[in-house]
């Protein structure tokens, strides 16, 4: 079964790599900024990921309400300590991309 949402939301994707011994460090911040996403009105979506090549490179996909919403999540206590820290945990420069979606489709798959 596929269900289509009409409204209009801001899809953050961030791909970060690592150095390897600030991973810890990196991962407890990550803990504290998705528990405080997740109760966020605006947030619709907030996930990480671990690249299954690399266990030091995360993929960060984020969906929100609005562009103001995502602005409201980067003034958080817990976002401003991720961006705050990040600097120092980066192996290299991140990359993210802020789109506009009009429509997204979601599909159902059965385990």
Do not use: K, N
Request: some cysteine; glycine content about 2%.
């Amino acid at each position: 079964m596929s269900t289509t949402e009409p409204d209009t939301s801001v899809l953050l994707t961030v791909a970060v790599t690592i150095r390897s011994p600030r991973r810890q460090q990196f991962l407890d911040s990550v803990r504290e900024l998705i528990r405080s996403a997740r109760q966020e009105p605006g947030v619709l979506g907030y996930r990480v990921s671990t690249d299954l090549d690399d266990e030091h490179t995360f993929v960060f996909v984020e969906r929100y309400r609005s562009t103001e919403a995502l602005e409201a999540h980067l003034a958080t206590p817990a976002c401003q300590a991720y961006l705050t820290g990040l600097p120092t945990w980066l192996a290299e420069p991140a990359q993210a991309r802020v789109e506009q979606a009009a429509r997204i489709d979601l599909i159902d798959v059965a385990p």
